[in-house]
């Protein structure tokens, strides 16, 4: 039996609560709000009410959160690929993490799996106001286990975990365990009162859902929704927390195999095409055939120069003038959505259009006025692309 | 009346319609120039099982019916007629009258392989002087011990100069005429007295071949007589009957494709300062070709539903070449009409399509000899 | 379509809902399949029917996605983990594995008597509406030798909650004696990436996610000493990692993975022939609600031309660019 009451002289049904309800248990019957059994008492419907008749165990009508002294505080996962590692992002995403309770006042922790390798000076980079260790180490399964646990144990009103490969395996898997709301690709997040609204991407990232959930929310960002990072602060206090480490029981039969991680190399561009915020493409107009191959490459250094990836159009890679860059093409190559997107000498096809659509910008440097690019492109630059090419590569310090 | 496609059916025509486009359609222009479908191809068609789709697994087919085989066939005739006339001519009519009128021992021998791809087949009816008047053919089949001498020539056989398996047709008593006066053999390329003659040059379908097929004193066993000594005539009859089918099909998809192109074409080509869409001209002849190509596909779809149930389809086979073969060229002639000059021109694949779509009249019986098959049945019906 | 007919007993289809706390499952879960040994390893691989993403669109009149002339089909990054389990299952009959020089037909290469004694299957498991087991029979067409397909229903609420599908998955697997599951990276729809790690929570095994290539190590199917382990590389980042797994464990595959196989007209019949295993599983409820949906794409440009020669246009470009703080 839920706890949770409507005070029906002030609830004029408004169906707010309706909206508002992540447990589907509140509907407007006869005028009027009517909760179900599957009430969990979480007091989203109480902070949603404009009337205030919603009242909730443990706070007046209108306020919540309903658990107490439950549910304070944020924890980012720090924990990083190799043993001892931290997480590049994290800084970034403890920033994200402190805008999204900043409201609230209420801290900012580091989990780590591990004692960091750089010791107190790598830990005061993170912008957190204390850094947890829990058992686990370098065993993925024991990791997910000993977060559940420690979740379950310190009960934070928000996990928030990186893009990144071990963020996602460590704090999905913590989620699961605990049976925390879990969202992935997570690109803008609000926390208030016992309940979370984000946004996140889909189909790709084509369209976004927004999303609530009761606290506890464990969520993975999108790397557009890192915050920038504080700089300053000495090095946060650093507790060991000690939990017992309960793996999943599904099978109840044998526990987890193992995994050892052993050489890492490079992948052959500096920064993977769906990961770069800035890329540079050529088209089959970027330089004729006999010097496509030297433009190709100055492209691919001047891209890493920036800090982006280089590509090229579907029409380009067919001519065989591009060597081993990717294609952008909504058919049959890369969607992307990087901040910026300059394109250099392309036609614009509608599906190499369609497969830029979400760029932030668009730039067209093209010298064809009749190039479908052009109304797809925010800024159009009609000087001859070799030339801004040579101009670019000038001003990232390319040979 | 459920007219949901089976599941089974509607997977198939996903897979070969992805082959189709992804495999084959970047192929068409190299097919189009070297007059050649790759060697290559054909090897890989056949181990996908494109050679035996409408036979039983028994046999190493693939056991889709006639349906499926019609799916398929409407899939890789938008593609490219070569393939669609490869298959054709193998599985629609030559495998097909091993399948229908072969004892269990000429369909372990010969239809096994077929559909496995391993032997190419064609159909060698046709002849100078017999083309409509099919009954008239002179090629001569003598019976000498345990094997039958044939002697004559055939000429514009499909797949004549590739195929492994010939089912050919030879008078064995010229007073009988076409009622127990031919008969049905299965030749295989390797027997003596048997060659290839003249590939013949067409005005379309390039990728396809056709040619002449010579018997000099050609050696065929008795065992290989098919069906019914003297009734090869009706063997020949029930395998064209089920051939039309495949072949209405892929007019079906020629047509949709060409319908595909065209509406494209129209949403961007501009002229007069809008896409041509938009201009009541040319609307109206996308909806003709639409709504014809959507009647027809459901004619064919129910023609090889009533195969697959066994039942009699010899009008609804002829109504569907007829109509499918008519329908084909007219909304092809149409794309080209809505492509204007790109539709002339070689580069944009439409004055292909019409070229090929010309023989779908003509062959397995011209459209004329459909058009009796009709009247003769309606007039039996309703004697 | 045949119901699994003749095959398993009470584990199969019908069976009661999973609990996560059975230590014996209930009726021993699906029979092994006819053929494989008693130690046979199953790969079990994870697949999600999802709307085809080119046919999918925004409708901005009803703020929603509209899939309903949608194509359905297993997800590319699905497939791609299904073409993992087909090789590894390859390998595997072939005495494959580092020594085994060339993997030819009956394990030449490896010696007589010296090919695989562990059989590796490859099971598929999905869950999602009945209409689909058309589509999820290209699994069985292009790798898998046995198809599991969960058909309980589930609204649109918990199909979005990715915990609510990995406690359903997590069950059936704990029912099916798992040596190894496989899945996709990122479903075509939901974009999470998310049922992977918690599949691998709920099971107490590791996680590895964008995993490029797995293969046997020394000792192939059987492995030494009887643990066989793989040798997998995943990207992770700009890197390029390799590990050394001993399952079982979950891996997750992602789009640079081998190139799935098309289901030939042969196979794909084949498959219709098949028997489907259908399962139901006990559905969570779910903790959280979609409340609206957006699009991403940009709709208008500025169309803004900058003037100038490539130095100077670039310049200034730089200076608007700075504005926006895009850079």
């Known amino acids: 039996m839920p706890d949770t009451r409507i005070i029906g002289e002030l609830c004029d049904g408004c169906g707010e609560c309706v909206r508002a309800c992540p447990f589907f248990a509140v509907d407007v019957v006869d005028g009027k709000a009517a909760l179900a059994e599957s009430c969990a008492d979480c007091g989203i419907c109480a902070a949603a009410c404009p009337q205030g008749a919603v009242a909730v165990p443990g706070g007046a009508a209108g306020t919540g959160p309903a658990r107490g002294a439950a549910g304070r505080g944020a924890w980012v996962w720090a924990g990083g690929d190799a043993a001892g590692e931290i997480d590049p992002d994290a800084a970034a995403v403890a920033a994200a993490a402190r805008a999204a309770v900043e409201v609230e006042g209420e ?42 646990a420690a979740l379950a144990a310190e009960k934070p009103r928000l996990l928030l975990g990186s893009a990144g490969a071990a963020a996602r395996r460590a704090v999905a898997g913590a989620a699961a365990l605990a049976k925390v709301a879990f969202a992935a690709g997570v690109l803008e997040l609000e926390v208030s009162g016992a309940g979370a609204e984000f946004t996140r991407l889909i189909y790709g990232g084509r369209f976004t859902a927004r999303v609530s959930a009761a606290v506890p929310v464990a969520c993975t960002l999108d790397r557009r929704a890192y915050g920038r990072p504080r700089a300053g602060g000495g090095a946060p206090p650093l ?22 991680r052993r050489k890492v190399g490079p992948l052959t561009q500096a920064v993977p095409l769906a990961e770069a915020r800035m890329v540079l493409a050529g088209g089959p107009h970027l330089a004729p055939a006999q010097g496509a191959a030297e433009a190709f490459a100055l492209l691919e250094r001047t891209a890493r120069a920036l800090g982006g990836a280089a590509a090229c159009d579907r029409q380009a890679a067919e001519a065989g003038l591009v060597g081993g860059v990717p294609v952008v093409d909504a058919a049959s190559g890369a969607t992307i959505a990087p901040d910026v997107y300059i394109a250099l000498g392309l036609e614009g096809s509608p599906t190499h259009n369609g497969a830029v659509a979400r760029a932030k910008v668009v730039v067209a440097v093209t010298q064809n006025d009749a190039a479908p690019i052009m109304t797809g492109a925010d800024y159009v630059i009609s000087a001859e692309p070799m030339a801004v090419l040579q101009a670019l590569a000038k001003m990232a310090g390319v040979a | 009346m459920d007219f949901t496609m089976p599941p089974e059916v509607e997977m198939l025509r996903r897979t070969v319609r992805d082959y189709a486009r992804e495999r084959l359609a970047p192929l068409s222009q190299k097919v189009e120039e070297d007059d050649e479908i790759p060697p290559g191809i054909v090897q890989e068609m056949a181990e996908l099982g494109f050679f035996g789709l409408p036979f039983p697994e028994e046999y190493d087919g693939v056991g889709m019916g006639e349906l499926g085989y019609a799916v398929a066939m409407e899939e890789l005739g938008a593609v490219n007629a070569a393939y669609g006339n490869l298959i054709g001519a193998h599985t629609g009519i030559a495998a097909m009258s091993v399948y229908l009128d072969g004892t269990p021992e000429q369909k372990e021998k010969y239809l096994r392989p077929m559909c496995r791809g391993e032997s190419i087949g064609a159909f060698a009816l046709t002849e100078a002087n017999a083309g409509s008047d099919a009954a008239a053919i002179e090629t001569t089949a003598r019976r000498q011990g345990d094997t039958y001498i044939l002697n004559g020539a055939k000429i514009w056989i499909t797949n004549g100069n590739v195929a492994g398996t010939i089912i050919a047709f030879g008078v064995t008593d010229k007073s009988l005429g076409a009622r127990g006066g031919i008969s049905a053999f299965i030749v295989e390329k390797g027997f003596p007295g048997f060659k290839v003659g003249k590939i013949d040059a067409k005005m379309g379908l390039r990728g396809s071949h056709t040619a002449e097929l010579i018997f000099e004193d050609c050696q065929v066993p008795a065992a290989n007589v098919l069906g019914q000594p003297g009734l090869g005539f009706l063997t020949a009859m029930k395998a064209l009957d089920m051939g039309r089918i495949g072949l209405a099909a892929g007019a079906v998809g020629a047509a949709h494709y060409a319908l595909e192109l065209s509406c494209k074409w129209a949403n961007q080509r501009v002229q007069f300062g809008k896409p041509i869409g938009e201009l009541q001209a040319v609307q109206w002849m996308l909806a003709d070709m639409a709504t014809q190509i959507e009647a027809t596909r459901w004619m064919t779809y129910h023609a090889a539903w009533k195969a697959d149930q066994k039942q009699p389809v010899t009008r609804e086979a002829a109504m569907v070449k007829l109509y499918a073969s008519e329908m084909a060229n007219h909304v092809v002639d149409l794309a080209v009409q809505v492509h204007g000059g790109t539709g002339y021109m070689k580069e944009f694949g439409i004055e292909r399509m019409y070229r090929d779509a010309r023989i779908l009249k003509i062959y397995e019986g011209t459209n004329e000899i459909q058009r009796l098959v009709i009247a003769r049945e309606l007039l039996r019906a309703w004697k | 379509m045949s119901d699994g007919g003749g095959a398993p007993p009470a584990g199969g289809p019908g069976a009661g809902p999973a609990t996560p706390a059975a230590t014996t ?13 008693p130690g046979a390893r199953r790969l079990f691989v994870l697949l999600k029917v999802a709307p ?4 999918v669109y925004f409708s901005a009149s009803r703020a929603a996605v509209d899939a309903t002339n949608a194509e359905r089909e297993i997800g590319f990054s699905d497939r791609t983990a299904l073409e993992v389990a087909r090789i590894l299952a ?18 030449a290469g490896v010696g007589a008597g010296t090919a695989a004694t562990q059989t590796v299957e490859v099971a598929a498991l999905s869950w999602g509406p009945a209409a689909d087991e058309k589509v999820l029979r290209a699994a069985l067409a292009t790798g898998a030798t046995r198809l599991l397909h969960i058909t309980t229903p589930l609204d649109e609420a918990a199909a979005a909650d990715p915990l609510v599908v990995a406690s359903g998955l997590a069950a059936a697997l704990g029912r099916g004696e798992p040596w190894l599951v496989l899945c996709g990276d990122e479903s075509a729809d939901e974009s999470r990436g998310a049922v992977g790690p918690m599949v691998a929570a709920l099971l107490g095994w590791p996680f590895i996610g964008g995993v490029v290539r797995a293969k046997w190590a020394a000792g192939g199917a059987d492995g030494a000493g009887g643990a066989a382990t793989l040798e997998v590389e995943a990207e992770e980042g700009p890197n390029l990692v390799s590990y050394v797994v001993r399952p079982p464990v ?23 022939r098949q028997p489907v295993d259908r399962l139901e599983v006990e559905v969570a409820a779910p903790a959280l609600k979609v409340r609206s949906l957006a699009t991403t794409e940009v709709k208008r440009r500025l169309n803004e031309p900058i003037p100038g020669a490539a130095e100077d246009a670039l310049a200034m470009l730089w200076a608007k660019l700075r504005e926006r703080r895009v850079i």
């Open chain 1, 107 to 148: 801290p900012v922790a580091a989990v780590l799996p591990w004692e960091p390798a750089g010791g107190a000076a790598a830990l005061a980079t993170l912008g957190v106001d204390e850094v947890i260790v829990i058992p686990g180490g370098d065993q993925p399964a024991a990791v997910a286990a000993a977060l559940a």
């Open chain 1, 239 to 260: 507790r060991t927390l000690e939990v017992a480490a309960e793996g999943g029981a599904a099978t109840g039969a044998e526990s987890g195999g193992s995994v050892t």
């Open chain 3, 25 to 37: 499952p209930a009726g021993a879960g699906p029979a092994a399949p006819a053929g494989a040994g």
């Open chain 3, 52 to 55: 085809r993403p080119a046919d």
């Open chain 3, 90 to 107: 390859l390998e595997a009959a072939a005495g494959g594995g580092a020594g085994a020089g060339g993997a030819g037909a009956g394990g």
């Open chain 3, 250 to 272: 979950v891996l997750a595959v992602n789009r640079h993975g081998p190139a799935p196989k098309a289901a030939s007209p042969l196979q794909l019949m084949k498959a219709f």
